[in-house]
């Protein structure tokens, strides 16, 4: 098991550390009382689980696909359970995304959440725990720990502390994703009979018939298919964006979406490469429609976080489409655009938070021309928007971009029917961001029932106050990182690359080894097959 | 040559855009703002000309600020197609924050702190689109103008502004997103980079490239910059008209719309190469597909009764002559295109200012209004006279240049469909700019206006606006007397 692993050589065990930070700063939370206390507490935990995340930045080696700083320890020797972790160049991105969010999840709840401090900082800090777990485990039952462990606080969240309609959503949100990961336990525990262990680097390398590799790669799928979201299993998101609190929105987006994508990336492709590629056209449509979809619904949209829940719906698209592409650009674009999305929905999120705070609406129209009394809101907003959908010179263009490159590499009509979703992207994000910024003709429409509030149109917009320190801070935080990879990817790019390239060899060597249960695979995979292939004309236009 | 590597190459970019700083900072103190606004550009301008000694003697400077991933990365580069249009622009950004101050003022507009910020943004972005040495880095600084000018377009904030603000957004936002983007990838696929390539025939493209998908590639960038107004994509500009006319006359007779005509050039010459363009026939089919464009727009604005609605029609038709002589890809021809980006340049602005001028001076928008008006603003309405010169093509003007250059390339590749189409259009040309003139001089006054006599020129703000477009025409016949200077700068890129 060795040869998969680099072990921790940090004087503390970095990985067990960034869990246990929030795990008892939960615990410890509980003994608060003064709301204003847990306030701090919660940021000064998160805060210090991010500090001890920077050395997974600072010592990683991306010079190797092996997983890094590991820490092993027999757990459960009979049922082959260990307490295993460790991270590559995938995850440690994924991770570090998680400690740097999280923070701000604090702080976007500081005015937001009004009662209950004390469990909503325990949930929160709880999650962040569950979360890290889920990234950098390498055995699949403590995977599956971890992910259902997730579930029931993200629950709670948005059950306890979400908006008018939270028991459908939470309860939407629950049955989706339980119903999903049923799927997925099924599929460890066919891996485990087959293969005979949890240990996730080892059933990557087992070999598995064509037949049961299909069964896996869908068990595996519909489990992650429905926390990406891909349509048509994307209804819960909306529901559970609209109602969570904002610090649930943000952590939704930004982190728990991303773990369908890491999913595709960890388990489908690499257990079941063969099966991966049978299903490649499926999955690529699929990404197509929640790309188009996505952006279609969000154009229609009147409130600002339903628009924004669509639009993750199209961004994750992106993702789903470059890991099924198949090739480098495909799948680095694929992990950096779900860095990408954790930070600029996370950060749209926000803005919604931070303007609901104000006029306790959502609606478009109440919270239209909003230029002249919030300017340093507006900045934002703008940077935000421009990044969402893709302006080059923010972090979005660099994945899409990638991305689209690979589809064009690869399949050239895919690639041209990825652009509507591009398009609809900025029209949506432009609109909203028109009438948010200018736009007076919709206030007007909303004199008549919002007139009990006393804010409709312009005028109504006077005594707004523009960011505070504290939202400012949160703010430039996540712009900073916008222009950073907007202009700088390589150091991310880096990270990843050989972990990428390690992750398309067992795709290849994969459907090599299988390639013979199945006539297609055979025919493409050996080298007489490519010989002849490339012996016919090229088509000629 | 080897190019000189050289940070002195984003002061263009850099200085107006800590100019907009400056004017936003200073927003209440309107003498400051402006004065910054004005050595802004003054400095922008400066900072183009140190290089341009340098590049006049061959060399080229280049500059790579960051690798986003191999062969994308924002780049610079300073060439003479780029120090044309940068000196042009830059140029007249001089004299049109002059007549700004006098505009502005003149009608006592609201936001105009925005309105010099967003400004000074877009011109910054357009030097920055000039210096581009890369695909990706055009199309950077293309995006930054789209979104900067929205506010300009739609300064008024009534109805009217909004409508022609989202046309213009749609337009710009729709193409790049569905060509421009599009084209980048299939570019990078098959080239394997974004960056440019050097002189301007070889292109970036391997021999062995796909030449139906470089094809695609190329129509998707045409029909991407839609900046350029090519028909049918044109329909935003008349409507970006409802701008203050100091964002006419700058941004749409120059900044912005030369963005485009110059993005194009720069793809065609520098991307796909003259080579490959005239083996696939490429050049010659943009050659009638923009000839469509000049014809059209000019018969449409023979029927536009608005004066900046008949200039908005008239730059159509002129932008494509820029792109017409590219296609035509013979050096006479690059020659006489690429020169009208400057010639085009000096006369439409000189245009806009003077339609702006009249407007703020007599309230008159309309050609039918203008009746007996050149007696009481001699200098704006002779200006006038000169510029439309510059457009009909005809000596001693710069047009005339121009259209020297592009019969003599239409001759050299035999092509007479091409020559008449040049015969034809500057009769149109001729068609809707002289009865503005004759209207101006020998038109009787509306009843409403033949008591009133005196110069209109003589108020403060009104003479603010009325000595740039006075310089401006000057400058057109200069060039038209005088070209060397341009056509050496040009024969340095088509090797003539």
């Known amino acids: ?541 | 040559m080897e190019p000189f590597v050289s940070a002195k190459i984003l002061l263009a970019t850099v200085i107006p855009m800590v100019t907009a700083l400056l004017v936003m900072i200073s927003g209440n103190k309107p003498n400051l703002r402006e004065s910054f606004s004005t050595i802004g550009a003054v400095l922008t301008f400066a900072s183009v000309m140190a290089l341009a000694p340098g590049v006049l003697r061959g060399e080229t400077y280049s500059l790579t600020l960051v690798t986003l991933y191999p062969g994308i990365s924002v780049s610079f580069v300073l060439d003479p197609l780029g120090l044309l249009f940068a000196g042009t622009a830059s140029f007249l950004w001089i004299l049109a924050s002059i007549y700004c101050i006098g505009y502005m003022r003149g009608l006592n507009e609201h936001a105009q702190t925005r309105f010099y910020i967003c400004y000074a943004v877009s011109v910054g972005a357009a030097m920055g689109a000039a210096f581009s040495g890369s695909l990706f880095t055009l199309y950077l600084f293309y995006e930054i103008v789209s979104i900067f000018t929205y506010p300009l377009v739609m300064h008024h904030q009534d109805e009217e502004g909004y409508d022609g603000a989202r046309k213009y957004i749609i337009y710009l936002m729709f193409t790049s997103k569905a060509f421009l983007l599009p084209a980048m990838a299939l570019v990078y696929v098959l080239a394997g980079t974004l960056d440019f390539g050097a002189g301007i025939s070889a292109g970036i493209f391997p021999a062995d490239a796909d030449r139906l998908l470089a094809g695609i590639a190329y129509l998707l960038c045409l029909f991407g910059f839609a900046k350029a107004g090519i028909m049918p994509l044109h329909n935003w500009l008349p409507d970006a008209m409802v701008a203050p006319t100091p964002v006419s006359a700058l941004l749409h007779a120059v900044v912005v719309v030369k963005v485009g005509v110059f993005s194009i050039c720069r793809v065609m010459l520098s991307v796909f190469g003259v080579d490959l363009l005239s083996v696939t026939g490429l050049g010659l089919f943009t050659a009638y597909l923009v000839s469509f464009t000049i014809v059209a727009a000019s018969v449409i604005a023979l029927t536009k009764t608005n004066l900046k609605a008949r200039l908005a029609y008239s730059t159509v038709s002129q932008l494509s002559y820029i792109v017409l002589g590219v296609a035509m890809l013979t050096p006479h021809a690059v020659t006489g295109g690429l020169l009208h980006i400057a010639n085009h340049a000096f006369a439409k602005i000189t245009l806009f200012f003077a339609a702006g001028a009249i407007f703020v001076a007599s309230g008159k928008k309309d050609i039918s209004e203008l009746g007996g008006l050149g007696w009481r603003m001699p200098v704006t309405m002779i200006a006038f006279g000169l510029a439309s010169l510059s457009m009909i093509g005809a000596p001693p003007v710069s047009g005339f240049v121009t259209k020297w250059y592009l019969a003599l390339g239409a001759m050299d590749i035999n092509n007479m469909i091409l020559l008449g189409v040049l015969l034809i259009s500057s009769l149109l040309n001729a068609g809707y700019f002289v009865p503005i003139f004759h209207k101006a001089f020998f038109g009787r006054p509306l009843p409403a206006d033949a008591a009133a006599t005196g110069s209109l020129e003589r108020r403060p703000l009104v003479l603010l606006m009325v000595v740039p477009l006075f310089i401006t025409a000057v400058i057109s016949v200069l060039i038209g007397v005088y070209p060397e200077m341009f056509l050496n700068t040009i024969a340095l890129m088509v090797g003539l």
């Open chain 1, 1 to 541: 098991m060795e040869q998969y692993l680099i072990f921790n050589d940090l004087s503390y065990p970095i990985l067990s550390m960034i869990m246990l930070i929030p795990t008892a700063g939960a615990i410890l939370a509980l003994f608060l009382k003064s709301e204003t206390a847990l306030k701090w507490w919660g940021l000064a935990v998160t805060l210090a689980t991010m500090a001890a995340s920077l050395p997974l930045y600072t010592h990683f080696d991306s010079t190797t696909a092996r997983y890094q700083f590991v820490e092993l320890r027999s757990w459960f020797p009979d049922l082959g359970l260990d307490y295993v972790v460790g991270v590559d160049g995938i995850s440690v991105l994924l991770v570090l995304l998680t400690t740097f969010v999280m923070p701000l999840c604090v702080l976007c709840s500081w005015s937001y959440i009004k009662e209950r401090m004390r469990e909503f900082i325990f949930v929160l800090l709880f999650i962040e725990a569950a979360m890290i777990g889920v990234f950098i485990s390498l055995n699949t039952l403590l995977f599956f720990l971890f992910w259902e462990a997730m579930l029931i606080p993200m629950y709670l969240l948005i059950a306890v502390w979400g908006g008018p309609r939270k028991d459908y959503a939470s309860i939407k949100y629950f049955i989706y994703t339980f119903a999903g990961s049923i799927f997925f336990l099924a599929a460890i525990i066919a891996l485990y009979v087959q293969a005979g262990t949890f240990f996730l680097p080892a059933l990557m390398d087992h070999p598995y018939a064509f037949g049961f590799q299909v069964w896996i790669f869908l068990g595996c799928t519909i489990a992650f298919a429905v926390k990406v979201p891909m349509f048509p299993l994307h209804t819960w998101l909306p529901a559970a964006h609209v109602e969570a609190p904002t610090a649930g929105s943000v952590i939704l987006a930004s982190v728990m979406l991303k773990m369908g994508g890491y999913g595709f990336l960890r388990f489908c492709l690499p257990i079941a490469p063969a099966a991966a590629i049978e299903a490649v056209p499926w999955l690529l449509a699929l990404s197509l429609v929640s790309i188009i979809v996505g952006g279609y619904l969000a154009l229609g949209q009147s409130d600002i976080k339903k628009l924004i829940a669509y639009s993750s719906v199209g961004h994750m698209g992106f993702v789903t489409l470059g890991i099924f592409l198949l090739n480098s650009h495909g799948i680095k674009g694929a992990i950096l655009q779900m860095i990408n999305h954790g930070i600029t929905t996370g950060a749209l999120f926000i803005l919604i938070g931070i303007i609901y705070e104000r006029t306790h609406s959502r609606e478009i129209g109440v919270n239209s021309a909003l230029g002249t009394f919030m300017p340093l809101y507006v900045l934002f907003l703008g940077i935000f928007s421009l990044s969402s959908f893709g302006f080059p010179g923010t972090n979005s263009f660099v994945s899409e971009f990638l991305v689209l490159i690979a589809a064009f590499e690869k399949y050239p009509l895919v690639g041209a029917l990825a652009i509507p979703g591009a398009i609809l992207a900025a029209a949506y994000m432009l609109r909203l961001l028109q009438k948010m910024v200018w736009d007076k003709s919709d206030g007007h429409a909303h004199h008549g029932h919002d007139d009990e509030h006393g804010h409709h149109g312009e005028t109504g917009h006077r005594h707004l106050f523009d960011l505070n320190f504290r939202e400012g801070g949160t703010l430039v935080f996540l712009a900073v990182f916008v222009f950073w990879i907007g202009f700088y990817p390589a150091p991310l790019l880096d990270m990843m690359d050989v972990s990428v390239t390690h992750l398309i060899g067992q795709i290849e060597a994969g459907t090599i080894l299988e390639g013979t249960s199945h006539p297609i695979q055979a025919l493409s995979a050996t080298p007489e097959a490519a010989v002849i292939i490339d012996a016919q004309p090229a088509p000629q236009f």
